[in-house]
């Protein structure tokens, strides 16, 4: 597959850049999982340089979906954002379908920071990191203000209003047929608590701590505008506050490196005008509840393909952080967490978790040890996968157990009969839940689904800063 990639990808740079001599490498990066990204080491008369590509899963051409414009329309929107100085590559070229390479394009590579985890905390970003959130406010009210007529982006883009985006996306989770109350309970509540109003704008919808590249100088790039539509534009403001995209830093709310002031000071220094906080609010809720239902679409992903990675199962196991992320801003309060069980039986050698254990091990130390790239990306993927299975094993029965007596307690014996199973219950208080049968300010079901949202994100990811800051309430 990659000398067939490295052949149609020679036979355009041979036709679109000037003096092109060879080919060196294209490597495909780590991440990316809703794209695939490339870099690209080019040869030419004047030296080697770098560029990178950006195509749909697979090199497969892509089917129209509401609310995902393309990869042809998104890099108009770059080019469009770098014509009103929001910074970004060269588009170099966009793919053809006679390419034989998918959708996709070939832009400028640039060099800078935009993983998250590292935009956190590494050291050349200190002394520009106390900026960075005034400077993203700048650059969201430079997108806000494009002209949607002009560009003819009104043309290219849908326009979702707040309460067709909060139906669009509780629908979506609808169909995937698993009963997950939180999600419910958020869903509810959004369509409860609408923006009266609102300004439509270009909003780029995934503006946040992993897709905007930065350096000591400042802001490099903004990257991934597969989700733009017109829209709120409180939704960007939103989504770079919510807590999945803060990388640990629970204290510095917008990316994990800022603070809120200084976001909405830089975004009202270009846009000239207030902020809505609670607007803001409303777009960090939603936050948590897309992505809670973005994560379980990965999941959906890798069981339809075509990019059926270890990546997309993990990321959907990330859906508890989202949910958790939505206690903590519509409900926190004291919580415990269940006690962890010991071996299921002593006597069998080897036990079910030392087996487990050994492939964690060996994937953590020799598999990655020996390889590099995407590949050693994938090999701590497997092992983490691995440990949520461990942990499950440890705590996971007591839990689900847990949980199936409050739901007993929670719906009452008449709906919730002695010999139901604990799925059936969850559909019973989805079932509520959508139809309006269960207020929102009922405590008892708060502090049901806050202990099995705890709960679930402790055997999914421990180490979440949410899950802390849950915990902290009952301190």
Known sequence: MQQAIDASLAAVLNREIEGFTKLVRAERLSGGASQETYRLEVETQAGVQQMAMRRAPGGQPAEPRPSHPGLVVEAKLMRCAKAVGVPEPEIVYVLQPEDNLGDGFIMEWLEGEALGARVVKAAELDSIRPQLAYLCGEILAKIHGINLIETGLDQDLDHISPAEY???????????????????????????????????????????????????????????????????????????????????????????FGHYEDLFAGYESVSGRPVDRERVHFWEVFGSFWWAIGCLGMAEHYRTGPDQSVERPAIGRRSSECQVDCVNLLFPGPVELVSSAGPANDTDMPRIEELITSVRDFLHTDVMATTQGRTKFLARVAGNSLDIVLRDQASGVRARQQELQRLRQLLGPEVAGVDMALNDLRWCLVKELREGRRRLDDVALQNHLRATVVNQVAIDQPKYAGLKTALSYGE
Request: hydrophobic share 40%; glycine share 8%; with cysteine.
């Open 166 to 256: 909060v139906e669009q996306t509780w629908e979506r989770y609808r169909l995937f047929d698993s009963p997950q109350p939180m999600i419910d309970y958020a869903g509810r509540w959004l369509q409860e608590n609408l923006p009266a109003d609102y300004t439509p704008a270009l909003v780029h919808n995934d503006f946040r701590n992993g897709n905007v590249m930065f350096s000591p100088r400042g802001v490099v790039a903004v990257l991934d505008w597969e989700l733009a539509h017109v829209g709120d534009p409180m939704r960007d403001l939103g989504w770079i506050c919510t807590s999945s995209w803060r990388f640990g830093r629970a204290d510095l709310p917008v990316g994990g």
